[in-house]
């Protein structure tokens, strides 16, 4: 990392030249400088989380309008689920910013959602994120650890290979 080198990106020169505390970070190449702005982009997405998702499959139906104003009624499987909303794989089109109604089809509970999140991933699916639009409710009847805190370990039982259980 050399002060004058030409190849060296400053942290300064990518932001329009908005001052760091007095000081100039300087990276070797424009590789290290965009590895260490999407760390920072890492760490600060998974603070924003106002409850922890937790992988759980519950089969769901979604009611909607399109953009052509007729109803649809989709079903879909959850991939994760939060307190305060679900992730989910479908292929329909939707928009963020698009209420639905969900339906959990195992306890028939539905609630109102909006579309936050679409991301279509190299794989060719795409991955919604619908957040409720009433936080007062417990649609999953669960409770969700809060952000921030250490998973839970699952103890295995140790097992003797000569010891005979009757």
């Known amino acids: 990392m050399v002060a004058g080198s030409k190849n060296a990106v400053s942290f300064r020169d990518c932001f329009y ?27 600060r997405c998974k603070e924003r989380r106002r409850t922890q998702r ?3 499959t519950v089969p769901l139906g979604l009611h909607g ?3 052509d104003g007729e109803k649809f009624y989709i079903h879909v499987k959850s991939n994760a689920v939060s307190q305060h909303g ?6 329909h089109p939707l928009v963020v910013g698009q209420v639905l109604i969900i339906v959990n089809e195992s ?7 909006r579309v936050a999140s679409i991301q279509h991933k190299r794989d060719g699916k795409t991955y919604v994120g619908l957040e409720f639009l009433s936080t007062e ?7 969700f650890p809060t952000p921030g805190a250490k ?8 097992v003797t290979p000569n010891k005979v259980t009757a």
Not at 86 to 91: D, I, K, M, P
Not at 137 to 143: L, R, V
């Open 65 to 67: 309008h399109n953009e």
């Open 86 to 91: 679900v992730q989910l794989e479908t292929e």
């Open 17 to 43: 030249g908005w001052p760091c505390g007095g000081s100039v970070l300087e990276f070797p190449s424009q590789q290290e400088y965009l590895a260490h702005v999407m760390s920072l982009l890492h760490f």
């Open 107 to 113: 306890s028939a509970r539905k609630v109102e959602a």
């Open 54 to 56: 937790v992988s759980l």
């Open 151 to 158: 998973p839970l370990r699952r103890s295995i039982p140790k």
């Open 137 to 143: 409710i417990n649609f999953w009847s669960m409770t």
